[in-house]
């Protein structure tokens, strides 16, 4: 099962959107998680309108329609792995660790927030935690990205960073 991941597109409407090669990425997942701030709910319609199923949370910048519509948190449950989807996961410091405080029964969090890619795993659970960074909004960061997950007939997850440059 392959999952296209995305956070922090913060799209309302301007001349923001998401680049071709994210969106061919998200039509070829079987699945699209969204880890928050989106902005408006037409951009979760969009999303929706690619054919393929979303599950995404809201964040800090979501208007108040999208925050009625999505939860603060969620797992989601994807090819028999189980990941948890939160838009701020914290401070840096302790992260790893508070997530798998937070969700122990998850394989996996995804998060935004920061714009800032991440993928840390605690080698001795195989527990892991991956932030996307944004398609659209970089900030910081040298480039645009996404992520990728692959979920194995085992129900292991294997995130990839992808550039979008």
């Known amino acids: 099962m392959l999952l296209a991941v995305i956070s922090d597109t913060h799209m309302s409407g301007g001349s923001r959107v998401l680049p071709e090669a994210c969106l061919e990425r998200l039509r070829a997942a079987d699945l699209i998680l969204h880890a928050g701030d989106l902005v408006t709910a037409v951009v979760l ?8 199923p979303v599950e995404a949370v809201h964040g800090n910048s979501d208007d108040h329609e999208v925050r009625q519509l999505l939860p603060s948190a969620q797992m989601v449950a994807a090819g028999g792995a189980r990941i948890a989807m939160v838009h701020d996961a914290g401070a840096a410091d302790g992260r790893l660790a508070r997530l798998r405080r937070r969700f122990p029964d ?5 998060f935004g927030h920061s714009h800032i890619p991440l993928l840390e795993r ?4 195989g527990f892991q935690i991956f932030n996307p960074g944004s398609p659209t909004d970089r900030r910081r960061q040298a480039t645009h990205t996404m992520g990728l997950a692959r979920i194995g007939d085992d129900g292991t997850v294997a995130f990839e960073l992808v550039d979008l440059g």
């Open 45 to 52: 319609a969009d999303l929706r309108a690619l054919g393929r």
């Open 106 to 110: 998850a394989d996996a969090v995804v």
């Open 122 to 125: 605690d080698a001795a659970t």
